[in-house]
């Protein structure tokens, strides 16, 4: 999952088939946030050197409760949207719906509904 998100923003221009990526110039790299609790901290390591935080992965929760994100999680989010690349801010988008096979609900997904971030999901042709 995270290949093909990459590869939808970085593909190169020069290749003579596919496509091009989003923003093909651009450099990607990866952090493994999931060896240990997603930290605040984890959330804005080195956020002057990104533009763009994909974020594939959402706590779990039984589809009735909802889930925030936790007075730190939230501040972090906050502060690199403000603060992050230069004052430019970063911009991390939320992958929503992970858990759709297991009835699970996007909507109670505190980091998916946060104004810091920007979700995105899709549906089949069943919705």
Same mark, same amino acid.
């Given at each position: 999952h995270r290949t093909k998100c990459?590869?939808?923003?970085?593909?190169?221009?020069k290749i003579n088939f596919c496509g091009v990526g989003i923003s093909? !110039?651009?450099i990607c790299s990866r952090i493994r946030l999931l060896d240990g609790p997603v930290t605040a901290a984890s959330l804005i390591y080195r956020n002057n050197y990104i533009d763009i935080c994909s974020l594939c992965w959402s706590p779990k929760d039984n589809s009735r409760e909802f889930d925030g994100l936790g007075?730190? !999680?939230f501040r972090a989010l906050m502060y690199g949207k403000e603060k992050g690349h230069g004052g430019k801010g970063n911009i991390f988008i939320w992958a929503s719906g992970n858990g759709g096979l297991a009835n699970d609900h996007c909507g109670a997904d505190g980091y998916v509904n946060s104004i810091y971030t920007v979700a995105t999901g899709a549906v089949t042709k069943l919705g």
């Open positions: 990459a590869g939808e923003v970085e593909m190169e221009a093909h !110039n651009v007075q730190l !999680n």
